[in-house]
C-alpha cells in the first residue's frame, strides 16, 4: 500500500514570494504518478501540476514547478511570485500507474497543506 | 465543457433516512469513484468503479454503497447514515491510460443529526 505524508499543515508566505510545500510518499511501485491538487474556499478541487515517475524532468506550469526526488521519494512544490489567488489547501497525490491487470486509477492523497498568501 | 456533475452540494439529514449522491461525468472515462475529505485525513477512497457493472471497496466502505449501470453515472447510496459519515464528499474521473488526472465534481457537504 502506499502512503503521502505532508508535514506542514499550515504554511504563510508575502504576496510576490516564494514559497515550497513539502511531500513524501512510500510505494514499492516504480511507475506511478504525483500530482498536486489546489482546493480553494470553493472546495474545487483543481489540478496543479503532474509528474510522471519515469519523467527525470521536474514538471513546471507557469509559476509552478516540483523537485522530484524519486530515490528519496520526495515532491515539493514549489510557488513563484505568490498571488492572493493562491491561498488554498493544497494536496499531493500519488496515482499507480496501470500496467494492465485490474488494478489502476486510485488516488491516496496526504493531509493537506493550507497556505496562506498575505497582501 | 469537459466535467463531473455532483448533486447535491448540501445536504442535511437525519440518522438512518436513505440518502443518493449523484454523480455524472461527460468524459467517458472508463475509472469513477468516491472520496470523503475528513480534517487531518486528506481525501479516502470509498468505491471504485474500473467500467459499467464492475465496483469494488477502496479504503473505507462501510455504511456506503455503489452502482454503475452506465458509463456516465456512479451514484453513492448511504442506507441508513449515521452522524461519523458527516463530511465532505467527492466524485472523481479519470482515464486509465494517458492523461491520467482526476477530474473531481464539485463537492458534497453532508451533516448527519
Known amino acids: 500500500a502506499q502512503t503521502v505524508t505532508q508535514s506542514q499543515p499550515e504554511m504563510s508566505v508575502q504576496e510576490a514570494e516564494t514559497v515550497t510545500l513539502s511531500c513524501t510518499y512510500d510505494?514499492?511501485?516504480?511507475?506511478?504518478?504525483l500530482f498536486w491538487y489546489k482546493q480553494p474556499p470553493s472546495r474545487q478541487m483543481i489540478l496543479v501540476i503532474r509528474?510522471?515517475?519515469?519523467?527525470?524532468q521536474n514538471a513546471t506550469e507557469n509559476r509552478f514547478s516540483v523537485n522530484f526526488q524519486k530515490a528519496a521519494k520526495s515532491f515539493s512544490l514549489k510557488i513563484s511570485d505568490s498571488q492572493l489567488g493562491d491561498t488554498a489547501m493544497y494536496f499531493c497525490?500519488?496515482?499507480?500507474?496501470?500496467?494492465?491487470?485490474?488494478?489502476?486509477?486510485?488516488?491516496?492523497f496526504g493531509q493537506g497543506t493550507i497556505l496562506t498568501v498575505h497582501p | 465543457e469537459a466535467q463531473v456533475t455532483q448533486n447535491p452540494r448540501y445536504l442535511i439529514t437525519v440518522t438512518g433516512k436513505k440518502l443518493t449522491v449523484t454523480c455524472s461525468q461527460n468524459?467517458?472515462?472508463?475509472?469513477m469513484s468516491w472520496y470523503r475529505q475528513d480534517p487531518g485525513l486528506g481525501l479516502r477512497q470509498i468505491y471504485y468503479?474500473?467500467?459499467?457493472?464492475?465496483?469494488d471497496k477502496g479504503d473505507v466502505p462501510e455504511g456506503y454503497k455503489v452502482s454503475r449501470k452506465e458509463k456516465r453515472n456512479f451514484p453513492l447510496i448511504l442506507e441508513s447514515p449515521s452522524p461519523n459519515q458527516t463530511s465532505l464528499y467527492f466524485c472523481?474521473?479519470?482515464?486509465?491510460?494517458?492523461?491520467?488526472?482526476?477530474?473531481f465534481g464539485q463537492g458534497t457537504r453532508l451533516t448527519v443529526v
Open positions: 468524459m467517458n472515462h472508463e475509472y
Open positions: 510505494t514499492s511501485e516504480n511507475n506511478y504518478y
Open positions: 468503479s474500473m467500467n459499467v457493472e464492475v465496483t
Open positions: 472523481a474521473s479519470s482515464l486509465r491510460t494517458g492523461r491520467t488526472e482526476a477530474f
Open positions: 509528474q510522471e515517475a519515469y519523467k527525470q
Open positions: 497525490a500519488f496515482m499507480k500507474q496501470w500496467t494492465g491487470g485490474t488494478s489502476y486509477g486510485k488516488l491516496t
